[in-house]
């Protein structure tokens, strides 16, 4: 029997052991576990223990003295296709799907394609810092195909299933029941539970996919033990009118997904602004989460989300990026915009409470809090290193910093994907820069 493979990290540590919630940052430190100075300890991929003092002759180590280790994010909603029209010009929603996304999206019919853009976006997501993902491919097989094999291939937590979508589409993106049903049979058997990655019926959103269509992803809800499913949900007022007169029969858009039987502990819901109390309630009834997109909702003019009021009702709440309608797969950034959303509700987010939400938050709201998101005895070791400041202005800021928040924050906010150094992907270097 091979010897285990022992690597120890040394750096500051930071993860969350529980949820900081609203509280100002002095009284939510007893959520933050802090260990500057520290060891953290890693056999066989996974996470054994964190200490001051350094480890025997038998560990390989890594000093990363002076710099950030963070858990690596977690990504609840993200569009691979859509780094082809990130930062396209104005537009709203369904405009913005007819102009830019259904196009690019129609050209992951070809293999070629296909397997170039699950490269890119997989090395691109690691070079931001994102370990972990819940991932829109297109409505071609071979897309999900492509991303699934590409992340099994990097070691990562993948959660991804080929797009459903049986009308109002153009030519080259429309499905029909009989295929999509055959081609989630092929890749579920093919992919969920292989390695670290999980199959997600993936409903593009409710009106391009017909009743039948959403029976049919329902039945396989209930059918596969441990499958998710991803959608949108309420993101703009010209949509949610369009769901109600297609779905007249339903209580409201989020009652749609509810009858054909998607909404468990497992179904993510990207956006989640336009919801009343009602819909909060069946959040926390079923145990669905809102895939917070706060780029995307500012970029394309959505509108604001109500993140205290979901939490309130009972209903979980993780962070995404959403590219392309989102500006940055840079989770610094998108916490950031998420800072600026609840601003203009006269609400304060803090630093811990934002990336709580990005790390032990969406593990938890995913249900793999075991696996991913803190830096447990047991959890695999996805994590990443970050200088604590990148340029003049940056290091002057975090220079003057006067207690943990105060600098974490100002790394959150001026931060991105260059200030990160290594990213690690089960006890694996993924990405590093010099």
């Not at 009284?27 to 025997?56: K, M, N, S, T, Y």
């Not at 296909?114 to 370990?131: E, I």
């Not at 890749?187 to 969920?192: C, M, Q, T």
């Not at 009021?309 to 797969?329: F, I, K, P, R, Y």
Request: aromatic letters at 8%; one cysteine or more; charged letters at 20%.
């Amino acid at each position: 029997m091979s010897a285990p493979v022992r690597q120890a990290l040394f750096g500051d540590l930071l993860d969350f052991t529980a949820d900081p919630g609203w509280a100002a940052p002095a009284d939510a430190l007893p959520a933050v576990r802090w260990r500057p100075d520290h060891w953290l300890l890693i056999e066989d991929g996974r996470i054994v223990a964190a200490q001051p003092q350094a480890p025997g002759d038998d560990w390989q180590r890594h000093d990363h003295a002076g710099r950030l280790i963070l858990p690596g994010f977690i990504d609840t909603h993200v569009h691979s296709p859509q780094l082809d029209v990130i930062a396209s010009y104005g537009t709203e929603l369904l405009d913005w799907l007819e102009r830019y996304t259904f196009p690019a999206e129609r050209r992951y019919a070809d293999p070629a394609v296909a397997h170039a853009g699950a490269q890119t976006f997989l090395d691109a997501l690691l070079a931001h810092g994102t370990t972990s993902a819940v991932v829109f491919p297109t409505v071609h097989a071979v897309s999900a195909d492509a991303l699934l094999a590409g992340a099994h291939a990097r070691g990562m937590r993948l959660i991804a299933g080929k797009v459903l979508m049986d009308r109002h589409c153009p030519d080259g993106l429309r499905d029909d029941v009989a295929s999509a049903d055959a081609d989630s049979r092929t890749l579920i058997e093919r992919w969920h539970g292989t390695g670290r990655l999980s199959y997600a019926m993936t409903v593009r959103f409710a009106p391009t996919s017909t009743p039948e269509q959403l029976a049919m992803a329902g039945r396989w809800m209930a059918e596969v033990p441990g499958l998710y499913m991803q959608t949108h949900v309420a993101e703009n007022r010209t949509e949610v009118a369009w769901v109600a007169q297609l779905f007249p029969e339903a209580r409201s858009y989020l009652d749609v997904y509810h009858r054909a039987g998607l909404l468990n502990g497992r179904a993510v819901l990207a956006h989640g602004i336009w919801l009343d109390d009602t819909d909060r309630a069946l959040l926390a009834d079923t145990g669905a989460q809102i895939a917070h997109s706060p780029s995307s909702n500012l970029f394309l003019g959505s509108g604001l989300f109500g993140w205290q009021a979901l939490e309130a009702a009972g209903a979980h709440v993780s962070m995404a990026s959403d590219v392309g309608g989102g500006t940055s797969l840079s989770m610094q950034r998108t916490l950031a915009d998420a800072y600026k959303i609840q601003a203009l509700q006269g609400v304060r987010l803090t630093a811990f409470k934002a990336l709580h939400a990005a790390t032990r938050g969406g593990a938890e709201a995913l249900g793999l809090a075991h696996e991913i998101g803190s830096f447990d005895a047991g959890c695999s070791a996805d994590l990443c290193v970050w200088d604590w400041s990148h340029g003049a202005v940056a290091r002057h800021r975090d220079a003057l910093a006067q207690d943990l928040h105060e600098r974490l924050f100002a790394w959150l906010v001026l931060g991105d994907e260059r200030n990160l150094r290594a990213t690690w992907v089960a006890g694996q270097p993924r990405h590093q820069r010099d």
